[in-house]
């Protein structure tokens, strides 16, 4: 599969705002801060919330379209981290780029635990996409791809300008499929596929396997 890049412009951002403090209004939502803080039109996804690996802090976790392309499947992963009571600073955590035969990706789950050999747990990240075939494709495909990608504990303090992805111990947990394959001529059902890691609970399971 292929891997998420993330091009220089986006690197050059995520230095360029993790330097700015986003001020939330009182009344604001998080859907609502997070669009008028950074000209978004609209999201496509409720933005997640979930307490930091230490319980001190509620972080934001949201995705924005790739240069505001809409239809597009490409999106941007943004971690906000709380420097005080109304305000935020953001790191990138990555870009997730669409794979040919699926829908966009959307998160599945988060949360954090150990996956490598500090004390500090990591952040993991569960995404889930459709499979949607390609026209004049041999098989059709039905059901739900599921992907986990892991990143090295944030920094609560000095937020960093982008999240450091764990490549080796992300690929346990490439992308697989929960579905079913057909032969698009003919409509027969090829094959049934399961995903081993589609939950929490299996992702944590290995990594304890693993030692972590």
Request: aromatic content about 12%; glycine content about 4%.
């Amino acid at each position: 599969m292929r891997r998420i890049v993330v091009t220089t412009v986006f690197i050059v951002l995520a230095f360029a705002s993790n330097a700015q403090s986003y001020k939330r209004n009182p009344s604001e939502n998080n859907e609502d801060f997070i669009k008028r803080s950074f000209s978004l039109e609209d999201l496509r996804y409720p933005v997640k919330r979930i307490k930091s690996w230490d319980s001190t802090k509620e972080l934001l976790i949201y995705l924005s379209d790739f240069q505001g392309q809409y239809n597009s499947t490409e999106q941007v992963c943004y971690l906000l981290t709380p420097t005080d009571s109304n305000s935020y600073r953001r790191t990138l955590i990555d870009t997730l780029w669409g794979e040919g035969g699926e829908n966009e990706k959307q998160i599945d789950t988060i949360f954090f635990t150990n996956a490598d050999k500090d004390k500090e747990p990591e952040l993991i990240i569960m995404l889930k996409a459709e499979a949607h075939s390609p026209r004049f494709a041999d098989n059709d495909v039905e059901g739900y791809y599921y992907q986990t990608s892991i990143y090295d504990t944030p920094n609560l303090i000095l937020p960093k300008p982008k999240l450091t992805y764990l490549k080796d111990i992300s690929q346990k947990f490439d992308e697989e499929l929960e579905g079913k394959v057909y032969n698009s001529k003919s409509g027969h059902l090829l094959r049934r596929e399961h995903a081993k890691y589609k939950t929490a609970k299996a992702v944590i399971a290995l990594l304890k396997n693993m030692g972590y």
